[in-house]
Nanobody, 122 residues
Framework: QVRLVESGGGLVQAGESLRLSCEAS????????MAWFRQAPGKEREFVAV????????NYADSVKGRFTISRNNPMNTAYLQMNNLKPDDTAEYYC???????????????WGQGTQVTVSS
């Protein structure tokens, strides 16, 4: 059974930072693109960032470019989302997503985690 386990969410003030982690049971981990999505109450689910499996090609939503950084550690089977200069609009449930295809991972990934809550106060 595939498991994606997110951690690192919490409550912070505007301007602060958080790092989310996603540990995956997928093997080999490097065969999968890893992405992050988020969903705020009453809003549509939103793509945040993606990283490819081997060459670490990345893509970001315009709303987070320059503030968020996605990375991965393949030997540790873990992906990360470093979030700096957080804003109240970043408040959402953040989901880790995995897919063998880099482009599909940005649309509707094959595997999803349970989510971790990020709340940014003003």
């Amino acid at each position: 059974q595939v498991r994606l386990v997110e951690s690192g969410g919490g409550l912070v003030q505007a301007g602060e930072s958080l790092r989310l982690s996603c540990e995956a049971s997928l093997r080999p981990f490097s065969n999968y693109a890893m992405a992050w999505f988020r969903q705020a109450p009453g809003k549509e689910r939103e793509f945040v960032a993606v990283i490819s499996g081997l060459d670490r090609t990345t893509n970001y939503a315009d709303s987070v470019k320059g503030r968020f950084t996605i990375s991965r550690n393949n030997p540790m089977n873990t992906a990360y989302l470093q979030m700096n200069n957080l804003k109240p609009d970043d408040t959402a449930e953040y989901y880790c997503v995995a897919d063998p295809d880099y482009y599909r991972a940005q649309l509707e990934g094959a595997y999803w985690g349970q989510g971790t809550q990020v709340t940014v106060s003003s």
